[in-house]
C-alpha cells in the first residue's frame, strides 16, 4: 500500500502544558523557597568545618640572624640596611600543597620620609632566583628560575607602618619537596630612608584542603550527572514538539554543569599544567557564558511573551556578544597561565603586560553591558508584571535571588589568581549547582503534564490514522472501513483540543485578560 499525497499534515499541540512550576500551590511554593534557603543555609553552616585553604609562613626581621643572610625556615624577612639579600627555603611539601606563591611587603621608617603625614609609594628592584634544594642540607640540586631583575611600586599609608603587600612568584605546580628562594635588593640605597625592612610570606595550600576540594568537587560532579540523567528522563515523556524554550536551553545548561564541576579536577589539582589549566577555564567560562546568554534570552522571554513555547528572544547580536566575551575570558586566563607556567615570577600589577589587561579590561566591559541590558529588562518586566502568568514569576524571583548571591560572593572577595578561600569556594559551587537543580525541577514535566502530552498525541494519531486514504491492489481508493469513496480536496481541520488540556487553555486566557 502506498499513502496520499494529500494526507493531512500532523498538529502541534497549541497549548502548554503543565510544569512543576506550574503545579506549585502557595503552600508548595513556601515549602520550596524555604527548603532552598535551608540548603544554602546548611551549607554556610558547613564551611565552619572546611579546613584552612593556605598555610604562611611569615616572621620579622628581629627574628633573623644578625650576622649574615637568612637560610633557614623560620626566618622569611630582613633588614634592609644590614641584609640586602634574602635567602628563604620551603620545606617538606609535596603535590597536595598545589602551589606556592611568596609576597614581599615593605615596612615603613618611623623616623624619616613622612610616615605619620603622608603616604609614599616605594619602587623596590631585585634579582629574583629560585632553586630546587634538598630538605635538610639545603643543598641547590637544580636551577629552576636564572636571576632575573625585577621592579616592583609598592602603596605606604602615612600612619600605617606595613605597606602593601604585593605576590613575586606564583608556581602552579609544586614538583619538589623543598625549594629555595634568592632574593637580593638593587636599589638599598634609594629606599633605606623610607623603608626600615620587608617582610616576605611563603603562602601555599593546605594539604587537607586539597583533599577537601577533591570531595567536594567530584560529590557536586556525580550528583549533577544523576540530576542530567533523570532531567532528560522526564523530558523524553513528553512530546518533543511540547517542549518549550527553558526546557532545551536547561538541557544545554544541565550538561554545561557537569563539565563546570569538572571530571578532570583531580589532575588539574594534583598535576596542574598548561593544558589543565586551558580545559579548567574552558569549562567554567563556558557554562557561566551560557548562563548570561540564557538570562539574556529568558528575562526578554518574559517580558515580551507570555505563554509561547518557542522564542524570538535568541537573537544574534546576543550570540555574538556572549560569543566575544567567552573568547575574551578564555584568552586572558590563558594568557595569565601560560605566563606563569613560563615565568613564575611575573607580576602582572607592575610589569607591562598590555596583552593580558586589554583583554582583562574589555572581557569586564562586556560583562558589564550584559549586566545593563539584564537590569533593563529587569525594569521592563516590574511594568508589566500583572499580566505575566505564575512560572515566569517564579523564575524571576528565584533567579533574582541567585544572582544576587553571585554578584555578592564577586564583588566581597578577591579575583586574583591565588585566591583559595575554603569557604568561598564551597559556597559558590554549591548555590550554582542548586540553582540549574531547582531550574530543572521547576521546568520539568508534571504528571499532569505528561499526560496531557501523551493524549493530545494520542488523540492526533488516531484523527491522522481515520482520515488517511489507502488503495487495494486494484487501484480502487478505499477509506479506513473498506468502503469506495471520492477522493476529498478539502483540508482537514485539528479536533478540538482533549479535555484535560481545556482546563489550562481557559487558565491562559485568564491571564492575557
Given at each position: 500500500?502506498?499513502?496520499?499525497?494529500?494526507?493531512?499534515?500532523?498538529?502541534?499541540?497549541?497549548?502548554?502544558?503543565?510544569?512543576?512550576?506550574?503545579?506549585?500551590?502557595?503552600?508548595?511554593?513556601?515549602?520550596?523557597?524555604?527548603?532552598?534557603?535551608?540548603?544554602?543555609?546548611?551549607?554556610?553552616?558547613?564551611?565552619?568545618?572546611?579546613?584552612?585553604?593556605?598555610?604562611?609562613?611569615?616572621?620579622?626581621?628581629?627574628?633573623?640572624?644578625?650576622?649574615?643572610?637568612?637560610?633557614?625556615?623560620?626566618?622569611?624577612?630582613?633588614?634592609?640596611?644590614?641584609?640586602?639579600?634574602?635567602?628563604?627555603?620551603?620545606?617538606?611539601?609535596?603535590?597536595?600543597?598545589?602551589?606556592?606563591?611568596?609576597?614581599?611587603?615593605?615596612?615603613r621608617n618611623e623616623s624619616g620620609g613622612g610616615y605619620k603625614t603622608t603616604d609614599i609609594g616605594v619602587s623596590l628592584s631585585f634579582n629574583f632566583t629560585l632553586n630546587y634544594v634538598t630538605s635538610k642540607s639545603h643543598v641547590v640540586q637544580e636551577v629552576l628560575l636564572p636571576e632575573k631583575n625585577h621592579l616592583i611600586n609598592f602603596k605606604c599609608t602615612r600612619g600605617q607602618r606595613?605597606?602593601?603587600?604585593?605576590?613575586?612568584?606564583?608556581?602552579?605546580?609544586?614538583?619538589?619537596?623543598a625549594y629555595q628562594v634568592i632574593i637580593k635588593i638593587t636599589n638599598t640605597d634609594e629606599v633605606s630612608w623610607m623603608v626600615q625592612d620587608i617582610q616576605f610570606r611563603f603562602i601555599y595550600m593546605y594539604q587537607k584542603y586539597a583533599q577537601y576540594?577533591?570531595?567536594?568537587?567530584?560529590?557536586?560532579?556525580?550528583?549533577?550527572?544523576?540530576?542530567?540523567?533523570?532531567?532528560?528522563?522526564?523530558?523524553?515523556?513528553?512530546?518533543?514538539?511540547?517542549?518549550?524554550?527553558?526546557?532545551?536551553?536547561?538541557?544545554?545548561?544541565?550538561?554545561?554543569?557537569?563539565?563546570?564541576?569538572?571530571?578532570?579536577?583531580?589532575?588539574?589539582?594534583?598535576?596542574?599544567?598548561?593544558?589543565?589549566?586551558?580545559?579548567?577555564?574552558?569549562?567554567?567560562?563556558?557554562?557561566?557564558?551560557?548562563?548570561?546568554?540564557?538570562?539574556?534570552?529568558?528575562?526578554?522571554?518574559?517580558?515580551?511573551?507570555?505563554?509561547?513555547?518557542?522564542?524570538?528572544?535568541?537573537?544574534?547580536?546576543?550570540?555574538?556578544?556572549?560569543?566575544?566575551?567567552?573568547?575574551?575570558?578564555?584568552?586572558?586566563?590563558?594568557?595569565?597561565?601560560?605566563?606563569?607556567?613560563?615565568?613564575?615570577?611575573?607580576?602582572?600589577?607592575?610589569?607591562?603586560?598590555?596583552?593580558?589587561?586589554?583583554?582583562k579590561v574589555f572581557s569586564i566591559l562586556l560583562v558589564m553591558i550584559v549586566v545593563g541590558v539584564l537590569v533593563n529588562y529587569y525594569v521592563n518586566f516590574c511594568r508589566v508584571w500583572n499580566t505575566r502568568i505564575g512560572r515566569h514569576k517564579n523564575f524571576f524571583f528565584f533567579s533574582t535571588y541567585f544572582i544576587f548571591c553571585t554578584f555578592l560572593f564577586i564583588f566581597t572577595g578577591s579575583l586574583t589568581v591565588y585566591n583559595n578561600d575554603g569557604n568561598r569556594v564551597l559556597i559558590v559551587i554549591s548555590v550554582t549547582n542548586m540553582y540549574i537543580f531547582f531550574l530543572q525541577y521547576f521546568y520539568g514535566p508534571s504528571i499532569e503534564g505528561i499526560k496531557e502530552s501523551n493524549e493530545f498525541q494520542r488523540y492526533e494519531r488516531e484523527?491522522?490514522?481515520?482520515?488517511?486514504?489507502?488503495?487495494?491492489?486494484?487501484?480502487?481508493?478505499?477509506?479506513?472501513?473498506?468502503e469506495e469513496q471520492q477522493a476529498q480536496a478539502q483540508p482537514a481541520l485539528p479536533p478540538p483540543p482533549p479535555p484535560a488540556l481545556q482546563g489550562y487553555q481557559g487558565e491562559e486566557e485568564e491571564h492575557k485578560a
Amino acid at each position: 500500500m502506498h499513502t496520499n499525497s494529500n494526507e493531512p499534515a500532523p498538529v502541534e499541540n497549541p497549548q502548554l502544558i503543565k510544569l512543576n512550576i506550574d503545579m506549585m500551590s502557595e503552600r508548595r511554593t513556601k515549602i520550596i523557597w524555604f527548603l532552598f534557603l535551608a540548603v544554602v543555609i546548611f551549607f554556610y553552616i558547613l564551611t565552619l568545618a572546611v579546613p584552612p585553604a593556605i598555610s604562611t609562613a611569615v616572621a620579622s626581621y628581629r627574628d633573623c640572624p644578625v650576622d649574615g643572610p637568612v637560610n633557614n625556615d623560620e626566618c622569611l624577612a630582613f633588614n634592609v640596611n644590614s641584609h640586602p639579600t634574602f635567602i628563604g627555603v620551603l620545606s617538606g611539601v609535596n603535590e597536595y600543597n598545589n602551589f606556592f606563591l611568596l609576597e614581599m611587603q615593605p615596612v615603613r621608617n618611623e623616623s624619616g620620609g613622612g610616615y605619620k603625614t603622608t603616604d609614599i609609594g616605594v619602587s623596590l628592584s631585585f634579582n629574583f632566583t629560585l632553586n630546587y634544594v634538598t630538605s635538610k642540607s639545603h643543598v641547590v640540586q637544580e636551577v629552576l628560575l636564572p636571576e632575573k631583575n625585577h621592579l616592583i611600586n609598592f602603596k605606604c599609608t602615612r600612619g600605617q607602618r606595613l605597606c602593601e603587600s604585593k605576590m613575586i612568584l606564583y608556581l602552579p605546580r609544586i614538583q619538589r619537596d623543598a625549594y629555595q628562594v634568592i632574593i637580593k635588593i638593587t636599589n638599598t640605597d634609594e629606599v633605606s630612608w623610607m623603608v626600615q625592612d620587608i617582610q616576605f610570606r611563603f603562602i601555599y595550600m593546605y594539604q587537607k584542603y586539597a583533599q577537601y576540594l577533591l570531595i567536594l568537587k567530584y560529590m557536586f560532579f556525580f550528583v549533577s550527572v544523576i540530576a542530567l540523567l533523570l532531567y532528560y528522563k522526564f523530558l523524553k515523556k513528553i512530546n518533543p514538539s511540547d517542549r518549550i524554550f527553558e526546557q532545551k536551553m536547561l538541557l544545554v545548561l544541565s550538561i554545561a554543569l557537569v563539565l563546570f564541576n569538572d571530571p578532570f579536577f583531580a589532575v588539574t589539582l594534583l598535576y596542574p599544567s598548561f593544558l589543565s589549566a586551558l580545559f579548567s577555564t574552558v569549562f567554567v567560562t563556558s557554562f557561566y557564558c551560557l548562563l548570561l546568554l540564557f538570562w539574556l534570552c529568558q528575562f526578554e522571554r518574559i517580558c515580551t511573551e507570555n505563554d509561547k513555547k518557542g522564542t524570538k528572544t535568541m537573537k544574534p547580536w546576543k550570540v555574538v556578544l556572549i560569543l566575544v566575551v567567552w573568547f575574551t575570558l578564555v584568552i586572558s586566563y590563558t594568557i595569565l597561565s601560560y605566563t606563569y607556567q613560563q615565568d613564575p615570577a611575573t607580576n602582572y600589577e607592575s610589569e607591562d603586560e598590555g596583552t593580558y589587561q586589554i583583554f582583562k579590561v574589555f572581557s569586564i566591559l562586556l560583562v558589564m553591558i550584559v549586566v545593563g541590558v539584564l537590569v533593563n529588562y529587569y525594569v521592563n518586566f516590574c511594568r508589566v508584571w500583572n499580566t505575566r502568568i505564575g512560572r515566569h514569576k517564579n523564575f524571576f524571583f528565584f533567579s533574582t535571588y541567585f544572582i544576587f548571591c553571585t554578584f555578592l560572593f564577586i564583588f566581597t572577595g578577591s579575583l586574583t589568581v591565588y585566591n583559595n578561600d575554603g569557604n568561598r569556594v564551597l559556597i559558590v559551587i554549591s548555590v550554582t549547582n542548586m540553582y540549574i537543580f531547582f531550574l530543572q525541577y521547576f521546568y520539568g514535566p508534571s504528571i499532569e503534564g505528561i499526560k496531557e502530552s501523551n493524549e493530545f498525541q494520542r488523540y492526533e494519531r488516531e484523527r491522522l490514522y481515520k482520515q488517511y486514504e489507502y488503495f487495494n491492489d486494484d487501484g480502487m481508493e478505499l477509506s479506513f472501513d473498506g468502503e469506495e469513496q471520492q477522493a476529498q480536496a478539502q483540508p482537514a481541520l485539528p479536533p478540538p483540543p482533549p479535555p484535560a488540556l481545556q482546563g489550562y487553555q481557559g487558565e491562559e486566557e485568564e491571564h492575557k485578560a
